[in-house]
């Protein structure tokens, strides 16, 4: 991919669900464009780095919030701070910190002033190289929340990389659904694509992303995974998306080629004869055609 106006363009990919094959066309659409930069969004679960196999540079402790800590040494044992917890966290003066909410009401009762409110890492987000490009991911501590926040972070460092290595391009693999973490995976897109399959489940949730898309005013284009699958509901996707402005980008086939693949760790490009690798050619010179038109206009 190259930028005629030497600008960096983001492509958010996202899905209404888990499981539609998000991941598995961000890896392959990484392999065919090159020098860019990929962030993987999904800070819960994140995974793209078992196809990308980057080689980790750097690590960052992730601050997400404060936790309650209690000085025993000066606690009096009033009990006032586990009576009081709404989250059941103190229990025999001590606080079970995948409880704690982090909300400081127990430093507020504490009639001794003995307890802490301290910042805790939450989770690490990673920079690392692979052969085309940079990978930027993350991963939350068990029981933490705040991942919108963590998105924020993997995608500020990400765009730190683009200027530094010259890279035109970022693609952010998203979280699925709408929620805290979506909403900060997508600002500041040029384009969403929106991965979806023919089953009701997948006709149904891509209208909550629809919503917000519209509300972000970004342009949006819809990828159909497992197309042949069901006919039916694959021209009701299609008629759906078509009335709400958004173009079909992609059908993509069930291809066997691609379970085998994803089982030894790989990337489906690694195999372009392959029918699934065909078509996710084909969506990647959509995209390319998308952004030429948009510098024409």
Known sequence: MTDKNSLFRQIGVVSGKGGTGKTTLVAALAALAGKLVVADADVDAADLHILLKPSVERSYPYVGGKKAFIDLLHCTQCGICEKHCRFKAIRDFHVDLLACEGCGFCVQLCPENCIDFKEVVAGFYHEGIFPGGELVDAALQPGEGNSGKLVSQVKKRA?????????????????????????????GAD???????????GLHDPERLVQLIHRFDIP???IINKADLNS??????????????????????????????????KIITDFP??????????????????????AVH
């Open 273 to 294: 004869d392959s029918p699934a690798t065909m078509e996710i050619v084909k969506i990647y010179d959509n995209i390319i055609n998308f952004f030429e038109t948009k």
């Open 220 to 222: 949006a284009g819809v």
């Open 232 to 265: 039916r509901i694959c021209s009701q996707i299609i008629s759906y998306s078509e009335n709400e402005g958004i173009p079909v980008l992609g059908r993509i086939p069930f291809d066997e080629q691609v379970i085998t693949t994803l089982l030894q760790k």
């Open 159 to 187: 765009e730190e990389l683009l200027t530094t290595n010259k890279r035109a391009w970022l693609i952010v693999d998203g979280p699925p659904g709408i929620g805290c973490p979506v909403n900060a995976s997508l600002s």
């Open 191 to 201: 384009l969403v694509l929106i991965v979806t399959e023919p089953t009701v489940s």
